[in-house]
């Protein structure tokens, strides 16, 4: 089982920026989706971004981040990276990073993650706070 810890949360002001890691331990290599989600008590999980597993793989965004975060992944020492700038008070969540074995492609099977709709790892999460 692959496990997820998420670490770089904090609290900012709006327009400043954070970056979110998530180091995985027992990661099959090169092999495993990976993504980040966010969630807001009281709603759903939100889809963030989808990271595919090879070097230089593609990155897919929500629109609501698309421009303003950047994901990344050192497949060498297996952390995920979210690199979050222009922040925005809507931006407050706990923050996930999730992953999953791939099956029919990596941006529906961490969509499908995170609709409960397949099994795979979760970080604990991370709290998110952007003041205005």
């Known amino acids: 089982q692959v496990q997820l810890v998420e670490s770089g949360g904090g609290s900012v002001q709006a327009g400043g920026s954070l970056t979110l890691s998530c180091a995985a331990s027992?990661?099959?290599?090169?092999?495993?989706?990976m993504g980040w989600f966010r969630q807001i008590p009281g709603k759903e999980r939100e889809w963030v971004a989808t990271?595919?597993?090879?070097?230089?793989?593609?990155?897919y965004y929500s629109d609501s981040v698309k421009g303003r975060f950047t994901a990344s992944k050192d497949n060498a020492r297996n952390i995920l990276y979210l690199n979050m700038t222009s922040l925005e008070p809507k931006d407050t969540a706990v923050y996930y990073c999730a992953g999953t074995t791939p099956q029919g492609g990596c941006l529906a099977d961490i969509q499908a993650l995170g609709r409960r709709a397949r099994s795979g790892s979760w970080g604990q999460g991370t709290q998110v706070t952007v003041s205005s």
């Open positions: 027992r990661l099959p290599p090169t092999t495993y989706c």
């Open positions: 990271i595919y597993p090879s070097r230089g793989g593609s990155i």
